[in-house]
């Protein structure tokens, strides 16, 4: 594990998010030319030579994952030892907020390069004798800090199931390979026969819960595929003009989601960097026409499915048993949800003295009030005042679902093996990875605990 | 007056399994040697065990063979049953295991001493090493005379300070009731040697006529015997074997046991030793496992000259009236006699850490250590030592550089790289997930992994290393013929492919990609290669393991790569780690205590972090050191 850190290609967002319009995605390392290399095209699709661009130079280009662009990018190159690691460095300068980045950087890691550990831009040039101890030392101090607090942060997130989880798959792998390896070591004694299959089932629902966890991981989840929105209320209380008025604040870096139906309209849009993915619903209500009510069907499926729930009503009038009831079909789903009293601006009486179990927004939209209220709103509920702020904590969470990923790819390989019928010898390493894979996603590894070894142990000179 | 003799330009002290590899090595690379032993009828004896091999012990045995060591051609010469364990496994965990008839083997190995050019055995207790400035001088015996030599090999075993407990029955004596070496520890000390205090046990051995052998399950050697030493030919080893037997104890033995702790000197605290956790005695299992309402008992024949039967898995330090009563509490043991009771023996060792990959103490010039006496346990384990403590004494007195075996290299690398990086605590057993990269270091290469390095050495011939070559270029070009071989997904092959429980091809295939499969083998698919050649079982093993697992392979020697890369990068001897701006206090403490030979050693020793290893290896890289350099005012 160690080993193969010292000089493979890293890759980390080097802005703080969701403070500009701008951020930079920095790759450093032998590789870092090679992999941007063809993830760069012009606006008719062909692809833009980084290989051969030369040094401090800034080419103008779109990202492309392959299959759509992502952004519209500047890219800059550094050949080493002419930058900031002394090591061959792509700089990729995007456009889009966090939600794009996320993007761009995903794409960069799954073709080779490894999500950077914090700090490590810095620890590299340091030992590439690119700065000096002192300047090192300062930067490394930010950063531990910062660290430790992300460290914390992390950990935090992953309570509520998560950090037991991983604690119970890890005591489990390290019990089948204990028992493997005594097996193999004193075969006279205990007996193998019949072992793999049962094995097969463990790694098998091991792998289950992996993917659970990598789904489930709330801010993974959210800052890969944005919250899921849906804007809900009784019909014409104002969702589409709404959903028409966030979206419009953001139209620069609105994509529209292809498939969208008549009925349930969807839309991205970047709250504070913060991914939104918007649906207007069909208005619920009671009703006998068939139509309606397969698009009331529709309504609410997509809240069962969201994430946070905008629930929409005219406070110009009265707020009556149907409001109620969409309200309470919200809140007994468990919803984060938001009440907009929407129509504020035809109100006479400002004061709303409405009694709802959850933030309460007055919201026009012909006077565009309302939305900074909104934005602070759903930036408390769904990233604590540190993460939003803090730079690192986005890189140790794409660390962690790296983690994760690599310790299901290391049982999936046991199940590759055992259906390959390959003997238990061939397989128990992979067991290890996957152990130790999950102890880096608690940092709790048996030897390589990165960040206590990065940050507590990493302290030049002191 | 002294009498100075200066015969001899090494000394070996001790003659078991490590004595007696190192003494051998250095005689057959052309130093003149004394072999020391406190018993001349105690030359490669086995006090405990009767057999050689085992669960990654035969790894070893193969690896000491293929360096142009002895104990694999002795076992094939006294062995009375052969078992190749783990076959139904993947190869990298196949070990061979042999009983020993455990006179023939001894004798046949002093026979092999006694024959060897430049090579004396000599029956005297070394009391005291001599050294001057740091550097080995000699030896003295305890009837006074003084042998200055070059190199000193410590080969000491269990004996240094040796005590055996049965029970309340204490004696100072090393194992069988042999004579003690109670001066050397001391005069070590002196030296600088750290030691430290281990121990060990022994079952009892049983009167075979007293055993009723119908109460318990026969164990038969495996038919064909595959030899362990590549230079044997296996039709010299296809002969009659002996049988073990199974039995187990019961509730009424562990009652026996815990009604008796307070007797027992290792529950009672008599023993200071620390015992290993993988060779538990009796009563520590029941203690330990309490929910085990039996455990597996082995009868293993001590010889087939000789009545006493060795019971495996019932190892004790429990009085003798106790050991009766347990014994006999066994299906099939009720009658039975005690020939020779189980014992407890703690010994004298040093920490591992002491010394360098070369088993030379760093700290005295000449001095080797190899065997029991390192913290290790195993005559394997031991023998692997002695062979590479002999060698590199050679080599030091022939100024040449020392023969390392790296962890990806062998498993003697793996035995050694951890008992000289890692601060152990208990006896050391070798085990195959010590081994990081398992599937390549197999029981049935090591003469392709390690030959050579025998034979740079000086300890393989010319026509030995001839054979290894032959034997490579036999597999290399066995399977490029068989890529070179397509077939076509004709009715015929399709047919064939089906009746050996396979799937018919889509499209043309090589030999070797049809080799690949799970279910096929070179020797399954021989209907459909006429054109084969006649070649020898063991050079088709090789050809079925590379083709078979090629994905595993190529994935570790991958790894390998990396590793290596750490292992080149060498550490100067005389680096103070103290000075290194940058790295943590206690890492430097640790650097500087354990003085790591190159970076990837460094980052083994537990404590030591990435970071510490990427400072220390930017220090060595740095062309302006002082950068990095605290000033010591």
């Known amino acids: 594990m160690f080993m193969n850190r010292e000089n493979d290609t890293i890759a980390a967002i080097s802005t703080a998010p969701g403070r500009s319009g701008i951020g930079i995605i920095r790759i450093s390392g032998s590789e870092a030319l090679n992999i941007a290399d063809g993830m760069i095209v012009t606006k008719s699709g062909k692809k833009l030579d980084i290989q051969g661009q030369p040094s401090h130079t800034v080419k103008y280009g779109f990202f492309s994952d392959g299959n759509e662009m992502i952004d519209e990018v500047l890219i800059t190159v550094f050949r080493k030892p002419r930058s900031y690691t002394a090591e061959d460095t792509v700089e990729i300068s995007c456009h889009g907020g966090s939600f794009i980045l996320r993007r761009v950087l995903s794409h960069i890691i799954k073709n080779g390069a490894r999500a950077a550990e914090p700090g490590e831009f810095t620890r590299r040039a340091f030992l590439n004798g690119r700065i000096d101890l002192t300047e090192a030392e300062a930067v490394m101090d930010v950063i531990s800090s910062s660290n430790e607090f992300a460290r914390k942060n992390a950990v935090t997130l992953l309570r509520g199931g998560l950090y037991k989880k991983i604690i119970i798959l890890r005591d489990e792998i390290i019990h089948e390979t204990a028992f493997l390896e005594s097996a193999l070591d004193d075969p006279e004694h205990y007996s193998l026969d019949g072992y793999p299959s049962q094995l097969r089932v463990k790694v098998s629902e091991m792998i289950g819960e992996i993917e659970e966890l990598l789904s489930g991981a709330d801010t993974g989840r959210i800052l890969k595929s944005g919250i899921k929105t849906a804007i809900v209320g009784k019909p014409n209380v104002g969702k589409s003009s709404i959903l028409n008025l966030l979206s419009g604040e953001n139209r620069a870096i609105v994509t529209d989601i292809p498939g969208t139906t008549r009925d349930v309209l969807s839309s991205e849009v970047l709250i504070d960097g913060i991914p939104l993915i918007l649906s207007d619903t069909a208005g619920i209500r009671e009703t006998g026409d068939k139509v309606e009510k397969i698009g009331v069907e529709r309504s609410r499926e997509t809240i069962e499915k969201a994430d946070l729930c905008l629930f929409t009503v005219d406070s110009s009038s009265e707020i009556n048993s149907e409001d109620m009831e969409i309200f309470d079909h919200i809140m007994s789903l468990g919803k984060k949800c938001i009440v907009l009293l929407n129509k504020t601006d035809l109100r006479s009486d400002r004061d709303h003295h409405f009694n709802f179990s959850c933030p309460v927004i007055d919201f026009s939209v012909p006077e565009e009030m309302g939305l900074k209220e909104l934005r602070e709103t759903v930036s408390e509920m769904f990233l604590s005042e540190k993460l939003k702020t803090d730079e690192e904590i986005f890189v140790s969470c794409e660390r962690q679902l790296t983690e994760l990923r690599l310790s299901r790819d290391s049982l999936e390989l046991v199940i590759n093996s055992i259906d390959d019928n390959m003997t238990e010898d061939f397989f128990t390493s992979d067991l290890m990875d996957a152990y130790t894979h999950l102890g880096n996603v608690i940092g709790e590894s048996t030897d390589e605990d990165l960040f206590d070894r990065i940050f507590s142990e990493f302290c030049m000179g002191k | ?633």
């Open chain 2, 1 to 633: 007056m002294k009498t100075l003799i200066r015969d001899y330009e090494s000394a070996v002290i001790g003659a078991g399994h490590a004595g007696c590899e190192a003494g051998l090595a250095l005689a057959r690379l052309g130093i003149k040697t004394i072999v020391f032993t406190v018993s001349i009828n105690s030359v490669a004896m086995m006090p405990c065990n009767p057999n050689i091999g085992g669960s990654s012990k035969g790894h070893l045995v193969r690896e000491i063979d293929a360096l142009g060591g002895e104990m694999g051609k002795n076992i094939d010469k006294t062995f009375i049953q052969s078992k190749m364990l783990n076959s139904s496994k993947g190869p990298a965990v196949h070990s061979l295991r042999a009983q020993a008839d455990k006179e023939d083997y001894s004798r046949s190995m002093r026979q092999v001493l006694e024959g060897q050019d430049n090579l004396t055995l000599k029956q005297a207790e070394i009391t005291e090493l001599l050294t001057e400035n740091g550097e080995v001088k000699g030896v003295k015996t305890l009837t006074g005379m003084v042998y200055i030599t070059k190199a000193v090999v410590l080969c000491t075993g269990v004996y240094l300070k040796a005590r055996c407990l049965c029970g309340e029955a204490i004696t100072n004596t090393g194992p069988n009731g042999l004579k003690a070496a109670n001066s050397l520890s001391d005069s070590l000390i002196k030296a600088g040697v750290e030691i430290h205090r281990y121990k060990t046990g022994t079952p009892a051995r049983l009167d075979g006529r007293t055993i009723d052998f119908s109460k318990m399950a026969p164990q038969y050697g495996d038919v064909p015997v595959v030899p362990f030493s590549f230079s044997t030919d296996p039709s010299t080893v296809q002969k009659e074997q002996v049988p073990c037997f199974l039995t187990y104890t019961n509730e009424t033995t562990h009652e026996i046991i815990r009604g008796s702790l307070d007797r027992s000197p290792l529950f009672a605290g008599v023993i200071e030793g620390t015992g290993p956790r993988y060779c538990p005695s009796i009563e520590d299992k029941v203690v330990k496992f309490p929910d085990k309402n039996r455990h597996q008992v082995f009868l293993e024949p001590e010889g087939i000259h000789t009545n006493e039967w060795y019971v495996d898995g019932m190892s004790s330090s429990m009085p003798e009236d106790v050991q009766l009563r347990m014994y006999r509490s066994v299906p099939g043991l009720e009658n039975a006699d005690i020939v020779r009771n189980a014992y407890a023996i703690e010994y004298d060792c040093f920490k591992g850490i002491q010394l360098k990959h070369s088993l030379e103490f760093k700290n005295v010039k000449g001095l080797f250590s190899g065997g029991q006496s390192n913290g290790s346990s195993g005559y394997e384990e031991a023998a692997a030592q002695g062979l590479i403590a002999g060698i590199n004494a050679a080599m030091f007195i022939k100024g040449r550089e020392p023969l390392i075996i790296d962890r990806s290299e062998g498993y003697i690398g793996v035995l050694i790289d951890d008992l000289v990086t890692k601060e152990g605590f208990e006896p050391y057993r070798m085990m195959t997930s010590r081994a990081e990269y398992r599937l390549l270091l197999r029981q049935d290469n090591a003469d392709r992994r390690l030959r050579r390095k025998g034979y740079e050495a000086g300890l393989i011939s010319d026509s030995e290393l001839q054979a290894l070559n032959e034997k490579e270029k036999l597999i290399f070009s066995e399977i490029e013929r068989l890529k070179g071989i397509t077939v076509g997904a004709s009715a015929s092959i399709s047919e064939f492919l089906l009746s050996v429980g396979s799937t018919p091809l889509v499209t043309g295939a090589s030999l070797e990609e049809i080799i690949r499969r799970p279910e096929l083998s070179y020797e399954k698919i021989a209907p459909i290669d006429p054109d084969r050649p006649e070649l020898p079982p063991d050079i088709i093993e090789q050809i079925n393991i590379e083709i078979k697992y090629k994905g595993y392979l190529e994935r570790e020697l991958r790894q390998v790569e990396q590793f290596k890369k750490l292992e080149k990068k060498r550490i100067p001897t005389d680096i103070d780690f103290t000075r290194i701006h940058g790295i943590r206090l206690e890492a430097q403490q640790k650097l500087n205590k354990f003085r790591p030979e190159n970076i990837g050693q460094a980052s083994r020793i537990q404590g030591i972090s990435p970071a510490d290893i990427q400072i220390l290896s930017i220090y060595l890289d740095a062309k302006d050191k002082s950068r990095f350099e605290e000033s010591h005012t």
